[in-house]
Nanobody
Framework: QVQLVESGGGLVQAGGSLRLSCAGA????????MSWHRQAPGKQRELVAGITRSRTTNYADFVEGRFTISRDDAKGTVYLQMNSLKPEDTAVYYC???????????WGQGTQVTVSS
């Protein structure tokens, strides 16, 4: 059974940094485009950043250069480095894997990020 396991969330003060990790188990990681999404209480889940198999990246407008997504296919892991965090970044952060060819995707269980003012 495929699993995506996020880690690295926590409580941080505004202006601080966190690095999220998402490790894939039983997944041919190199065949998937990866992305991070987040969902704040009472809001819809939204895309934060994505990285393709060829390492093309895209970011939501609200990132404003503060976050960096990267991947290590040898480790089967995708990362999200988050700097200059704001209270409005508080949310549960999820990683997602989308197969590059077939309509197959997987979600992690999420990791909580809380930014205090």
């Amino acid at each position: 059974q495929v699993q995506l396991v996020e880690s690295g969330g926590g409580l941080v003060q505004a202006g601080g940094s966190l690095r999220l990790s998402c490790a894939g188990a039983r997944l041919a990681f190199q065949n998937y485009d990866m992305s991070w999404h987040r969902q704040a209480p009472g809001k819809q889940r939204e895309l934060v950043a994505g990285i393709t198999r060829s390492r093309t990246t895209n970011y939501a407008d609200f990132v404003e250069g503060r976050f960096t997504i990267s991947r290590d296919d040898a480790k089967g892991t995708v990362y999200l480095q988050m700097n200059s965090l704001k209270p409005e970044d508080t949310a549960v952060y999820y990683c997602k894997a989308d197969h590059y060819r077939v309509t197959t995707d997987y979600w992690g269980q999420g990791t909580q990020v809380t930014v205090s003012s």
